[in-house]
């Protein structure tokens, strides 16, 4: 398409649009031009006499003329808008989804099961960085915390490599578990562990926690368990990508059966991420802690109407049942919302 354009050398090409944008001049909707020796910028209209005389003063030399553009193509902002359907399946659609690395995971009721395809396509029309769409087939589930999924939309294996607070992780969402919603609780527990702690992360996954808090706190040892051969296989994987491989300690297995040896007394920090069972686990996170007791992080999914103060009541009840006592709750709210009516609880407790 002909529209009128300004052309000025390649020196001036920032000066030349920083000014045109200020006159409110540069046309948004088409693809500026850039040539060896000089640049063409759309413009909505011919400038007036003024305008003209300030583009002189600013740029020096240039040239208004009609020229042939592409046009930029509007990317829909909402799934909303990228897919015509009756307002009665509209409501239904997914207002969100997660991103890990460049694979985007999303939840679609059953009664748009015949528009899986078009969802999925339309989120590649949202996210230009997204290869490969997963729709959620199943809850996270077993030992190892994995989901089902159908690929819907893009091409390429379920393994990634997500960016997070100048992390990398290495990952195959279809084998281990991570959720990238817990970034800024993940940030949250990294900036309280002090210079030379140790901590056992019990549940570690591919480490983002673990590799976190390594790097936020240098002097920190840091022993990461997890039950599923894969996901410590990226763990190792991501310490030494992280570069934080000589202070932290990947160890495959059951954290309750390697809590009576190998991390029996050795921490001063405990991250319990298994909100589904950590409660299960607490007599575990004790036996980790030193005599002189320490901090433990835990989690738990609970209905939206609990009590805060009877969780932490329940909390105190088995710690003490091991004969350790709770000193102080550091920290205890709702930190996001898993289903209509289920929250997720993060609780802080310095025990003794």
Same mark, same amino acid.
């Given at each position: 398409?002909?529209?009128?354009?300004?052309?000025?050398?390649?020196?001036?090409?920032? #000066?030349?649009?920083?000014?045109?944008?200020?006159?409110?001049?540069?046309?948004?909707?088409?693809?500026?031009?850039?040539?060896?020796?000089?640049?063409?910028?759309?413009?909505?209209?011919?400038?007036?006499?003024?305008?003209?005389?300030?583009?002189?003063?600013?740029?020096?030399?240039?040239?208004?003329?009609?020229?042939?553009?592409?046009?930029?193509?509007?990317?829909?902002?909402?799934?909303?808008?990228?897919?015509?359907?009756?307002?009665?399946?509209?409501?239904?659609?997914?207002?969100?989804?997660?991103?890990?690395?460049?694979?985007?995971?999303?939840?679609?009721?059953?009664?748009?099961?015949?528009?899986?395809?078009?969802?999925?396509?339309?989120?590649?029309?949202?996210?230009?960085?997204?290869?490969?769409?997963? #729709?959620?087939?199943?809850?996270?589930?077993?030992?190892?915390? =994995?989901?089902?999924?159908?690929?819907?939309?893009?091409?390429? =294996?379920?393994?990634?490599?997500?960016?997070?607070?100048?992390?990398? +992780?290495?990952?195959?969402?279809?084998?281990? +578990?991570?959720?990238?919603?817990?970034?800024?609780?993940?940030?949250?527990?990294?900036?309280?562990?002090?210079?030379?702690?140790?901590?056992?992360?019990?549940?570690?996954?591919?480490?983002?926690?673990?590799?976190?808090?390594?790097?936020?706190?240098?002097?920190?040892?840091?022993?990461?368990?997890?039950?599923?051969?894969?996901?410590?296989? +990226?763990?190792?994987?991501?310490?030494?990508?992280?570069?934080?491989?000589?202070?932290?300690?990947?160890?495959?297995?059951?954290?309750?059966?390697?809590?009576?040896?190998?991390?029996?007394?050795?921490?001063?920090?405990?991250?319990?991420?298994?909100?589904?069972?950590?409660?299960?686990?607490?007599?575990?996170?004790? #036996?980790?802690?030193?005599?002189?007791?320490?901090?433990?992080?835990?989690?738990?999914?609970?209905?939206?109407?609990?009590?805060?103060?009877?969780?932490?009541?329940?909390?105190?009840?088995?710690?003490?049942?091991?004969?350790?006592?709770?000193?102080?709750?550091?920290?205890?709210?709702?930190?996001?919302?898993?289903?209509?009516?289920?929250?997720?609880?993060?609780?802080?407790?310095?025990?003794?």
């Amino acid at each position: 398409m002909r529209v009128r354009a300004v052309t000025v050398p390649r020196q001036m090409a920032q #000066r030349g649009i920083e000014t045109l944008r200020e006159m409110g001049l540069i046309d948004k909707s088409h693809q500026l031009k850039k040539l060896e020796r000089k640049i063409t910028i759309p413009i909505i209209r011919e400038p007036s006499s003024a305008e003209t005389q300030l583009l002189r003063t600013k740029l020096g030399n240039f040239v208004i003329s009609e020229t042939n553009f592409e046009s930029i193509v509007s990317r829909p902002k909402r799934i909303q808008d990228a897919i015509q359907t009756s307002s009665t399946l509209a409501s239904k659609l997914p207002r969100s989804f997660d991103l890990i690395g460049d694979i985007a995971i999303v939840e679609i009721p059953s009664d748009l099961d015949a528009h899986s395809s078009e969802i999925g396509k339309a989120i590649l029309q949202l996210s230009p960085h997204v290869r490969l769409v997963l #729709r959620k087939c199943s809850d996270v589930m077993g030992t190892f915390r =994995t989901r089902k999924f159908q690929v819907i939309a893009g091409t390429g =294996t379920t393994e990634t490599v997500h960016h997070e607070f100048s992390c990398q +992780y290495n990952l195959d969402v279809a084998e281990v +578990y991570f959720n990238p919603r817990l970034s800024n609780e993940r940030m949250r527990v990294a900036r309280q562990v002090k210079p030379n702690e140790t901590v056992v992360d019990m549940f570690a996954g591919v480490g983002p926690y673990s590799v976190l808090t390594a790097k936020s706190q240098p002097t920190s040892k840091v022993f990461s368990i997890d039950i599923n051969p894969t996901a410590i296989k +990226y763990l190792r994987q991501n310490t030494f990508v992280n570069r934080v491989a000589d202070h932290v300690i990947p160890m495959h297995g059951d954290s309750r059966k390697l809590s009576v040896n190998e991390v029996q007394g050795i921490a001063d920090r405990v991250i319990m991420n298994l909100p589904s069972e950590a409660e299960n686990y607490i007599d575990a996170a004790i #036996r980790t802690l030193k005599k002189r007791g320490g901090r433990i992080h835990f989690y738990q999914f609970v209905d939206r109407e609990s009590r805060l103060d009877s969780l932490q009541n329940s909390f105190k009840a088995i710690v003490e049942a091991q004969d350790r006592k709770v000193e102080a709750f550091e920290f205890c709210n709702v930190i996001r919302e898993i289903s209509p009516g289920i929250v997720q609880v993060a609780i802080d407790a310095l025990v003794n």
